[in-house]
Structure formats: C-alpha cells, structure tokens
C-alpha cells in the first residue's frame, strides 16, 4: 500500500539520470521485494513516457494525472506477470493507450448534446491516441538513444535541444567549458554518434 501511495509524489518531469543507472529489470525486481525506493526510480523513469500520451492526445492535466495514476496502479499489480523487463516501455505504451480509449469512452457516456460536441471539439484539437502512442514510442527511442551518448554529448544535446528557451551557443558554450566557436562542430558530431544509435536500432 505504501507503493501506492508513493505513486502521486511524483510529478512528471524529465528523468533523472540517476535512474538510468539501474536497469528495469534490477528495479522490477527490487519492487517486487517491496523497495520502495525502486518503486519510486521506476516511476520516475518512466512518468514522462506515461504522460505524454495522454497530453498530446488531448486531455487536461487532471486527466492526465488521473490516466498515469491508473497505469501505475495497473503497473503495480502486475509487477509478477512482466516476464520480459526489457520491453516494459513497449508495455506502458500499449497500457497507456488502452487507459486513454476507455477514459475517452467513459467520458463520452457520460455525455449528451452539446456537451459531447464540445468532447468531439476537443479531440479534434489534439493527436488520436493513436498518433501519441506512436509519437512516445519515437520520443522514448531518441530519449534512450540519447542516454548512450557520451556524457558531454548527452548535456549538449540536452541544453540545444530540451531547453525552453532555447539557449544560445554563447551559453551553452560556457556552461560546457568550450569556445564559443566550438559548440557548432561538436553539436554536429553528436548528432552524427545519435543518428548512428538511432539507425542501430531501427536496423
């Protein structure tokens, strides 16, 4: 129970690296003897991946938070059935998207005339949930293909492209320790080593 309840402390935000250091598997198995500790690194690792579905699919943020609160729920109660800790995102993805439909379907009973014009108004503002399996899917892969790069490439990567606002190279240059003149080539030669992991796995 005490899990459980660990699940609404965590807010969705960026993985920490922290948590890649341990495996899905290690942690699974450390849920399963009851480490709470693990239960929150699995969490955390994965809560991006898990809100995002529903976000770009439409839904408010309450939904969303109601929608991951129920994949890890599920999560949780099927820790002894995953027999393949490898593809757990590959899970969460399909689970994710199974809780969005019946979300949507419940929500959609509830409704009647112009309310439910207004429900069809706003799934049409937003991705099918389709669409945003898909996209996380493609997010994730970049996001694990990223967490192999070397660590100067992984915080370069992170300061151009995951910033908002979007740094400029005077700043990022000095929050790496480079010349100004230098952020340029080696950004192209991480996003090289990044494409290559990105066509590795594709392969």
């Known amino acids: 129970m005490a899990a459980i309840q660990g699940v609404k402390q965590v ?6 690296a922290l948590t890649r250091s341990q495996s899905d598997a290690r942690l699974i ?20 991946l898990i809100y995002s579905i529903p976000y770009r699919a439409g839904f408010s943020a309450e939904d ?37 439909r019946e979300f949507r379907a419940r929500s959609l009973i ?3 005339g112009a309310e439910e014009e207004e429900m069809e108004r706003l799934e049409a503002s937003g991705q099918s949930v389709a669409e945003a399996m898909e996209v996380a899917a493609r997010d994730q892969q970049i996001r ?49 080593r990044l494409r290559r992991l990105l066509e590795e796995e594709a392969s």
């Open 11 to 16: 807010p969705p935000q960026t993985p920490d």
């Open 29 to 48: 198995q450390a849920c399963r003897t009851g480490d709470q500790n693990a239960w929150s690194m699995l969490v955390q690792r994965h809560k991006r």
């Open 64 to 100: 969303c938070a109601d929608i991951f609160q129920s994949v890890c729920l599920e999560l949780f109660s099927e820790l002894d059935n995953i027999l393949s800790p490898g593809a757990l995102r590959s899970w969460l993805i399909t689970v994710t998207g199974r809780k969005c």
């Open 110 to 112: 509830a409704l009647s």
């Open 144 to 192: 694990d293909a990223i967490s192999k790069l070397p660590a100067r490439c992984q915080e370069m990567v992170r300061l151009l492209f995951y910033s908002q606002p979007p740094l400029p190279y005077e700043t990022v240059a000095q929050r790496l320790g480079l010349a100004t003149g230098s952020v340029g080539f080696i950004r192209g030669r991480c996003l090289k």
